[in-house]
């Protein structure tokens, strides 16, 4: 089955820096990777997405990229707040028979974002 | 719209116990999914339900079973508990194929 492996596990920035989260994932079929963020005892709560037929995505201060050949995605926080402290989550997505879909976590981030 | 709920949101039950967890979806959204939250094992699939079948199915043992129903509320049930059940129950709502939101969690603790 798909694998997904997250680095850092850890992340300490200045408030104002950027914050990037790298992930790999094993089945070349995913074709669909999403980012959640979860503040603690809240809801994972979706933050941005990204299909295989697009290599990038931005929307305001976060952007993800994706690598398909090197199956490879990223996600990028630019200009950190104090509020985006959290634990990040990218995932990826294997379609599967009519139309089923399963999501593959990778273990977490947790984001610190320093004032 | 309102979001995807989940009841109860806490729960304390006995190893050998079984449990009944609940959840709503998004209104029009007719595919749910579980997934257990531990602080080890993270994030993992339970099982996926659409239209009232069960269309994907993670590597949980038979105790972790689930059901849907016509208005596309979902149930999940853990029998025979054990002490390694306790984590988050967290389930997700999405239309046929789609961005997943997730509901607030159910926090199962085994004694």
């Known amino acids: 089955g798909e694998n997904v492996e997250q680095h850092p596990s850890t992340l300490s920035v200045q408030e104002g820096d950027s914050a990037v989260i790298k992930c790999t994932y094993s089945?070349?079929?995913?074709?669909?990777f999403p980012w959640y963020k979860q503040e603690l005892g809240k809801r994972p709560q979706l933050i941005i997405d990204?299909?295989?037929?697009?290599g990038e995505k931005k929307d305001q201060r976060i952007a993800v990229t994706l690598n398909k050949t090197a199956k490879h995605f990223s996600l990028h926080i630019t200009e950190t707040q104090p509020e985006d402290s959290a634990v990040y989550f990218c995932?990826?997505?294997?379609?599967?028979?009519?139309?089923?879909?399963?999501?593959?976590f990778g273990s977490g981030t947790q984001l610190t974002v320093l004032p | 719209k309102a979001g995807v709920t989940q009841t109860p949101r806490y729960l304390i039950k006995t190893r050998g116990q079984q449990v009944t967890l609940s959840c709503s979806p998004i209104s029009g959204h007719r595919s749910v999914s579980w997934y257990q939250q531990t602080p080890g094992q993270g994030l993992q699939f339970l099982f996926e339900y659409f239209s009232e079948t069960q269309r994907n199915k993670g590597n949980f043992p038979g105790r972790f079973s689930g059901r849907q129903f016509s208005n596309s509320r979902s149930e999940m049930n853990v029998s025979t508990l054990e002490l390694g059940d306790s984590a988050l129950y967290l389930c997700?709502?999405?239309?046929?194929?789609?961005?997943?939101?997730f509901g607030p969690g159910t926090r199962l603790t085994v004694t």
């Open positions: 089945d070349s079929a995913s074709n669909y």
């Open positions: 990204i299909r295989s037929n697009v």
């Open positions: 995932a990826a997505s294997i379609p599967k028979s009519g139309s089923a879909r399963q999501l593959t």
């Open positions: 997700a709502s999405s239309l046929e194929v789609g961005e997943q939101y």
